[in-house]
């Protein structure tokens, strides 16, 4: 913990030294302070933010084993569902009424279903439909999210104010509700909820990319590019973007926990992922009337939604604090 | 300070407007006909179009969006196609079930955020802390629908403690409201925490440890002061959204309430129902926003006083 208040101290110092520019890693507190020139000379100069990046995330994992195992879970997780059908020891659908409700043994290692389904099986299925809807919905609306965000930034104006009060109208509404609302309106089903999330969510980047841009904007380097002629789209591109990566990486993995969640509430509630298809949340559903007879198969599905959901939370706190403090509250 | 409360009380009408409209687009006209949506593929042509023509569907968009809007300051949110009674009623009549559930787990919330969030910093960087902070961040993590699952099997059947489903006795509120309440205080918990650390490091705390003040004293009466003012903010947001109906735990534990009336509306396709509930759902909760805005300016002095 003391390394990891260290490093967010360098980071607030590097801030301060560079003008709520900061990049650098634990790596130059000692002479920070005599470094001004430096910073400044780098933040005219080409950035190069990626390289920086990657090494404060390897100082983080370095220094915050707690990371570090979170995202050791979150790798093992998608490597497991993508490698489904080689990892799972049954075929998820193939159902034997004769073996229905059992507890776990070494054939079934979490036991079986109501249908005599291998619930190990099914929930290295079920993780799919988990993982993908966690992940690919957060790029799409952060994505749009982005677009949105540097363009009411940047231009300002009425476009600005259009943009932002559409997002305004959005965040008045919880997600489970819009999707809610969307499902009725498209029919139950995972592409449904796919689209809701991917929709829904874009209010909140734009709301962070926006104030990004609002700020890098009256950077010297930026007035300094516009003053000699540089077209707007290099500007975002080449300046201002880059500088919105660390705050992006920080956002994505606080976003995908949240949708993984969702989805697996909207398929417990019946409305998400539909039979014979699975997810995590869907197969709580179905066997919670089993609780009494087979507690391991329908606790296991819950269990694994927590653990993926806590170490994206963990990965997520110990981004922001080492890439973005200030968007702690 | 009322010309702010009032500017931006105006600000919310034309928001409340908005997601009135979002709901009314997205129900009414996106997917073609509600009635054939809300009959299903079996109902014929002919019945269709009477229904249509009887409910003033066949009406310009917005013009029925305007009645509707109209109507809904009134109070009447329409009928519900398959209960036959006012939505409004429907709404009455589960809503106080809803305010019991979010006033007893907004306690539990209230009470573990803020304690766990001040002994966590007053012990910062302890084994205390760490458990502590881990503790809400599981909470945060939980998946409700799962988390009541288990209380209901360890307390209700195996122990036989508590009542699992319902809502008749305070009992049947316990395990409910614990579980929303654990999963909500995580949010309080790290807010109080951190808004608690800033504060520390003040100057005018070191005067007041300078001056020899009891450390428990600076802590509560110089320190909480002033942490607590984002928290409140955040406390209400956070009741609001209890307010407006909590989908997953009140599916759980059968509590007829605002979330189960939604849900139930999405299952039997009645769309006026699901339309009304999710409006009002949106109402309390853009009001909550409103309330925690005033709040916050009213708390924190620095903006009080321009």
């Given at each position: ?32 302070a ?16 990626d ?7 390897k ?35 193939v ?26 099986s ?27 965000g540097l ?9 600005d ?5 559409l ?5 008045a ?35 962070v ?24 789209g ?15 990486i ?16 909207l ?20 066997s ?5 007879m ?5 606790l ?15 990965l ?10 200030s968007?702690?509250? | ?39 299903g593929?079996?109902?014929?042509p ?32 329409g ?37 766990a969030?001040i ?103 110089h ?5 607590m ?5 955040m ?18 534990f ?32 853009i ?9 916050y ?10």
């Amino acid at each position: 913990m003391n390394s990891k208040k260290l490093n967010r101290a360098a980071d607030l110092a590097a801030e301060k030294i560079a003008g709520g520019f900061s990049m650098e890693g634990t790596d130059w507190i000692p002479e920070g302070a005599t470094q001004p020139a430096k910073v400044e000379a780098e933040a005219e100069s080409e950035i190069a933010p990626d390289e920086t990046i990657g090494e404060q995330i390897k100082s983080m994992f370095k220094h915050n084993k707690l990371a570090l195992v979170s995202a050791i879970l979150i790798v093992l997780f998608i490597l497991v569902t993508v490698f489904a059908p080689i990892v799972a020891p049954h075929d998820p659908y193939v159902q034997d009424l004769t073996q229905r409700l059992q507890g776990p043994s070494a054939e079934h290692l979490l036991g079986t279903d109501n249908y005599g389904r291998d619930v190990l099986s099914r929930m290295l299925y079920g993780g799919r439909v988990s993982l993908l809807v966690g992940i690919f919905p957060t790029i799409i609306s952060m994505t749009i999210g982005t677009a949105l965000g540097l363009i009411a930034g940047f231009y300002g104006g009425k476009i600005d104010s259009i943009i932002m009060r559409l997002a305004d109208v959005l965040m008045a509404f919880p997600s489970l509700l819009l999707a809610m609302l969307i499902s009725y309106t498209l029919g139950n089903g995972l592409l449904t909820i796919f689209m809701a999330l991917s929709v829904v969510s874009w209010a909140g980047t734009a709301r962070v990319v926006r104030s990004e841009v609002l700020s890098l904007r009256e950077k010297e380097y930026v007035e300094a590019a516009t003053s000699i002629g540089v077209k707007r789209g290099t500007i975002i591109r080449r300046h201002i973007l880059p500088n919105c990566v660390p705050t992006l990486i920080v956002l994505f993995t606080m976003n995908v926990p949240g949708n993984i969640l969702t989805e697996s509430s909207l398929s417990f509630l019946g409305i998400g992922a539909q039979p014979p298809s699975t997810s995590w949340g869907l197969m709580v559903y179905e066997s919670k009337q089993y609780l009494q007879m087979t507690p391991v198969s329908t606790l296991a599905p819950g269990i694994t939604i927590l653990l993926l959901v806590v170490a994206f939370n963990f990965l997520g706190d110990a981004l922001r604090d080492k890439l973005d403090p200030s968007l702690k509250n | 300070m009322l010309k702010y409360v009032i500017k931006r009380i105006l600000i919310s009408i034309p928001l409340m407007i908005a997601v009135v409209l979002v709901v009314f687009l997205m129900l009414q006209v996106l997917p073609g006909n509600p009635v054939s949506v809300m009959m299903g593929e079996k109902a014929s042509p002919d019945v269709i179009e009477r229904v249509t023509e009887q409910m003033g569907l066949n009406d310009p968009v917005w013009e029925r969006f305007i009645d509707y809007l109209v109507n809904a300051v009134q109070g009447d949110l329409g009928t519900s196609y398959k209960l036959s009674r006012p939505i409004s009623d429907l709404i009455a009549d589960s809503f106080p079930n809803t305010v019991k559930l979010a006033i007893t787990s907004a306690l539990v919330s209230w009470i573990i955020g803020v304690f766990a969030g001040i002994i966590s910093a007053i012990k910062k960087d302890t084994l205390l802390d760490r458990f502590l902070m881990g503790f809400s961040l599981v909470g945060i993590s939980l998946p409700v629908f799962w988390g009541a699952m288990l209380l209901q099997f360890i307390f209700g059947y195996t122990l036989g403690w508590l009542p699992i489903s319902g809502y008749s006795t305070p009992a049947h509120m316990i395990l409910p409201a614990v579980i929303l309440g654990w999963t909500s205080s995580g949010t309080i918990a790290r807010l109080t925490r951190s808004s608690l650390l800033g504060i520390m490091e003040n100057d005018y705390i070191r005067t007041a440890r300078a001056k020899g003040l009891d450390e428990s004293l600076v802590v509560v009466k110089h320190g909480l002061k002033n942490a607590m003012i984002p928290v409140v903010t955040m406390m209400a947001m956070q009741f609001a959204s209890l307010l407006s109906g909590a989908v997953i735990t009140e599916s759980v534990f059968g509590i007829g309430g605002i979330g189960v009336l939604m849900v139930s509306a999405v299952n039997t396709r009645d769309m006026p129902l699901l339309q009304g509930s999710v409006i009002f759902s949106t109402m309390i909760i853009i009001i909550g926003n409103l309330v925690a805005d005033i709040l916050y300016s009213f708390l924190d002095p620095k903006i009080r006083e321009q």
